[in-house]
């Protein structure tokens, strides 16, 4: 049976922010960036493309309690690589690359969210012009907001195979955090099949966009999916 992304959310209400990252069958970079939400707030948002990669607006401008964690670009080129966050973390890795610095030293100066009690981590991606990828995980190490723990994994790419990294484990108060190492998935080889799986997996109530891209590196062409849960 493979193990497809929607085989790990079938089961989870609340994994929050998501990246999945990895390789098709073909060869070709795949990515994808969900978001969800439980409050009025954090479900007041729609995915628009950008010139570059994508923007979280607001739904409803009038309804917007606090635009701090909830507008961002989750996804950015910088150069001949993808980044992919889950806050505004993505403007400072492409800032650090653009300098010739590293996604690990960009990384060093940013911390976990501070929405105490919850303290949401911040998960980024890096995908590198051959196909390998960085994926990290900023989390509150104290549980009282004063340290943070930082980890990053690296992988080489794997016809087929991908890895997913989400905020929460599953729903609590305060909601607990994801633990140890990106979770290891199969990567399909066609789009419209990766989007269903990881669309259709999440919960209904708290699910709120997802952006899916297959990327072939040899040609530079770029198929990208965009869904909506709240469409203008």
Known sequence: MNNYVGKLLKDNPYPGRGIVAGVSPE???????????????????????????????????????????????????????????????????????????SFEEALKTRTFEPDRPNFTPRISLMIEPDGSYKMSILKCADGVGKACARSTFDYEPVA????????????????????????????????????ADVWNNLNADNKISLYTVYFDRATGTEEHRLINKYAK
């Open 160 to 195: 087929g195979n991908g890895r997913f990294l989400h905020t929460y484990i599953g729903d609590g108060n305060p909601i607990p955090s994801f633990y140890g190492e990106p979770e290891e998935v199969d990567i399909p080889s066609d789009i419209d099949e990766f989007t």
């Open 27 to 101: 060869g070709k970079s795949v990515f994808a960036y969900f978001i969800m939400g439980r409050s009025s707030n954090s479900r007041n948002r729609v995915f628009v493309k950008s010139a570059d990669g994508i923007t979280i607006y607001p739904f409803d401008a009038s309804k917007v309690e606090d635009p701090s964690l909830i507008i961002y670009s989750p996804v950015r080129r910088a150069g001949d690589r993808i980044v992919v966050t889950n806050g505004d973390q993505t403007d400072t890795v492409c800032e650090f690359l653009e300098k010739g610095k």
